[in-house]
Each structure stands twice: as structure tokens, then as C-alpha cells.
């Protein structure tokens, strides 16, 4: 299935950073029912492995085959995103939320 995952598409003329079920395609906008999946039982240190995201929604994170994946919940991925990425603080992750909100007032 193409277009799933973490992509982006248009919304009234805005380009929109969008999660897509891995499982059924549908657009995922609550990110409390959302898993991160990974189809690697374990890895070595500094290997690297594709993120997939499934909804919680349709169950498509209990199917075959994400059922039997390593997962982790998508608020713990993208907070560890966050913090991976460089931000490390929460008055950091306070700055940038409201940059992100002043630019899309724009
Ligand atoms: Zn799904």
C-alpha cells in the first residue's frame, strides 16, 4: 500500500504532515490510537529499521502480521522522536510548539 505511514498531503491548500494506517489505510487522527510497529525482533546496536504505523481504531494492530511485531505507542515514539531529534527540554518543545502554531496562523 502506497502512502502510508508518516506522509504528507494537501488540506486547503496546506502541506500537512498526516500518519496513515500501515494495515487499512485510513487516516489516523488521534494519536492515542495509533501504535509505531517494527518487524525486527531485535536490534544490534546502530542497525536501523523501517517505522510503521497501525491504528488502534480497526485493530490493526492486533492482525497478522503487526500483531506478533515489537511496537510502542505513537505518544512514546514521537516524544522520543522529539527528543532524538535535539529537543531535550520541555521549555524547548514549548518554543517550538508555538512556532508551530504561529506559522500556521500565517
Ligand atoms: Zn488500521
Redesign the pocket.
Known sequence: MDNVGFILRQVDHLTAPTIV??????IINDYQLAWVVWSKEELKDGERTKALV??K????NSKQPYRDFPSMEMRDYLINLCRNAGVKTEQQFREAFEFTQLADNI
Open positions: 494506517c500501515e494495515g487499512c489505510g485510513e497501525v491504528c481504531k480497526n485493530r490493526c
